[in-house]
Each structure stands twice: as structure tokens, then as C-alpha cells.
């Protein structure tokens, strides 16, 4: 067999250096050769950024796409029938945006209308933001991912403080053809991050119409104690949305309902008198899957028959005052 890497005697100093043997011609230069030959020597800026991914400050260069960091791309079928493309990152791809994602942007704040993609965040949550309204207005944002475009990510980073060629290394981690890929772990963090202003319009506009506002990842949410929309205010929301590069789902539009009607916000139906709860589809959902549990005698049915009657039962509970 093959060996998987080679240990190769490297700079003047003669240090025993590992080599991973699918590593292009690039990557083992920057791996053989000194600072000195291959530059000046590492910025505070370039030694950061490569402990943050743990690796050394010479690799950065390398960290591009190739034959060890890609894409696979795949699809899935959603509920209602349309296909979800997704991009699955390489395994040494995946690492380096897990620990990106792990030791900085996860600590990085958001606004707080964003209620997807962090910890405490859920679509129980969201839906009880809007709980006591008596006219809800949604709206899906289409291809949410792929329409975050490079240029506004290159522009969060700028303000994080990251210029030159660790500003480049962080775009080619997480952008892929100008937008943020589907399915890489930073993506859903850098959404809310990359957003944070149009949340900050959205909550500003908002809060001139009287209304709460939520976004649960490219599901937005607004809610009046009235019963009429404002004058305004949809062409309002759409100019912000068009500003950030965003499109309204078309296969979905705007979908305004009054309380009595029991609007569903991100998948849970509210009740009107301040409690969400689950629709009857999982209801019914939760009936099938005990009757199979106890028919079939699958011995994994039980777990995943108690993890939808814990998510029914979280849904169900009150909520703290």
C-alpha cells in the first residue's frame, strides 16, 4: 500500500516535517521552503488567522480550491416537492470551517431578530416572538445562501478588520462562486453576520409600523397589534431585501393573515392566545410513529418516537413571563 504522507528533512535547520502525499505542487512549497524564501516574514494578521485554523502560517496560501479542498454537490427533495442543492465540503475543507466557524465567527454578535443558526436559537422561539400579534405578515427570501453574494461577505470581513491576503484566504474558506456555498458550517453563522444590517433596517422599519420583527434564516416574520398592514410597508421591506441583493420566493409570496385565521410561522401554528403549537400534520405524524413503534418492534423507532414528542412538548409548554 501506498504510504498516505512523507516525512521529508526541511529548512537549514534540518526539521522533520510531515508531507500528506495529495498535496499539489503549491501546497508542498509552502510545506519545504522557509519564510524567508517564500517572503516576508508572517503579519500578526497571517499568524492569527492561521491559529485560528490551526495550521501553519505558511499553508495559508495553499488553502484554495483543489484536489484537497472542494465541493461535492448534491441535492435534496424539500416537503413541498422542489429539489435543495447543497455543497458538501471536502473533509480537510470541513475542518478548516469548523474551526473557523468554532473559535471566531460563532463569537462574533448578532442581532437579535435573527433567530436561526445559534445557540438558544429555534423555530419555537421565533414563532413565540409573534404569538400575541393579531395580524401576521411572512415572507420567504429566495435562494438565501447562494444570494448572500461574495461582495458583502468580503465587506463584513473588511469591517471584522481583515484586509490583504488573509482577507483573501477567508473568502476562499467561505464563498464559493459569489455566494455562501450550502451546506459549508460557516454559512448559516455568516448569514446572520453578513446580515446584520438589513436586519437593522428591517428592525428599524419595523419599529416605525408598530410591528416585531424576526428572521429565521431567509424566513421573515412581522406582527401588529392592529388589524390592518400599513400603508407602505410591503414595498418598504422588498426595497430593503432588493438593496441586500434578495429576491421575495416567488413560489411563495407574502402570506398576511389575522390571528383568527391560526397563521403558521416557521412550521408552528399560532393559537391567539399567546402558545404555538404543532400542526395536526405532526400530529398525525406522532400517532403513526408510535402505532409503528409498538407494530414493528424496530428498536430505533423508540428514540426517534422520543425526540418528536419532546420537540410536540417543548412546543406545547408555556412560555416563561
Known amino acids: 500500500m501506498a504510504p498516505s504522507s512523507l516525512s521529508i528533512r526541511s529548512d537549514s535547520r534540518l526539521r522533520l516535517v510531515s508531507i500528506p502525499m495529495d498535496l499539489n505542487p503549491g501546497e508542498l512549497l509552502t510545506r519545504l521552503l522557509p519564510n524567508c524564501l517564500l517572503g516576508q516574514a508572517a ?14 502560517v505558511r499553508e495559508l496560501p495553499a488553502v484554495r480550491l483543489g484536489p484537497r479542498y472542494h465541493y461535492r454537490p448534491f441535492t435534496i427533495r424539500k416537503p413541498d416537492g422542489r429539489e435543495r442543492r447543497l455543497l458538501a465540503p471536502s473533509p480537510a475543507l470541513k475542518v478548516l470551517q469548523r474551526r473557523l466557524l468554532d473559535r471566531y465567527l460563532a463569537a462574533l454578535p448578532l442581532h437579535a431578530a435573527a433567530t436561526a443558526f445559534h445557540a438558544g436559537a ?14 401576521i405578515a411572512t415572507v420567504d427570501v429566495r435562494d ?8 458583502r461577505v468580503r465587506a463584513f470581513f473588511v469591517r471584522q478588520g481583515w484586509h490583504d491576503a488573509e482577507l ?4 476562499r474558506l467561505c464563498v464559493y462562486r459569489n455566494g455562501l456555498p450550502q451546506g459549508a458550517p460557516t454559512s448559516p453563522c455568516l448569514s446572520n453576520l453578513v446580515n446584520r444590517p438589513l436586519d437593522e433596517r428591517l428592525e428599524n422599519l419595523a419599529r416605525r409600523m408598530q410591528a416585531t420583527y424576526t428572521r ?19 414595498p418598504a421591506v422588498e426595497d430593503a431585501l432588493h438593496a441586500a441583493g434578495y429576491e421575495v420566493q416567488p413560489a411563495k409570496g407574502w402570506r398576511i393573515h389575522g390571528i383568527g385565521d391560526r397563521p403558521v410561522v416557521t412550521g408552528l401554528v399560532l393559537a391567539g392566545n399567546g402558545r404555538v403549537y404543532v400542526p395536526w400534520s405532526l400530529r398525525w ?4 410513529w408510535r402505532w409503528q413503534a ?15 414528542e419532546s420537540y410536540v412538548r417543548s412546543c406545547a409548554a408555556v412560555p416563561e413571563a
Request: net charge positive; hydrophobic share 40%.
Open 216 to 234: 429565521y434564516a431567509d424566513d421573515l416574520t412581522f406582527s401588529w397589534d392592529r388589524d390592518h398592514l400599513p400603508d407602505g410597508f410591503r
Open 285 to 288: 405524524r406522532l400517532w403513526r
Open 168 to 171: 483573501h484566504t477567508l473568502m
Open 144 to 151: 438565501f445562501f447562494e444570494s448572500t453574494r461574495a461582495a
Open 43 to 56: 503579519t500578526p494578521s497571517a499568524q492569527r488567522l492561521a491559529d485560528l485554523l490551526g495550521i501553519d
Open 122 to 135: 429555534s423555530n419555537v422561539l421565533n414563532a413565540r416572538r409573534h404569538a400575541h400579534g393579531r395580524l
Open 294 to 308: 409498538w407494530w414493528s418492534g424496530d428498536a430505533s423507532a423508540p428514540l426517534r418516537l422520543h425526540g418528536l
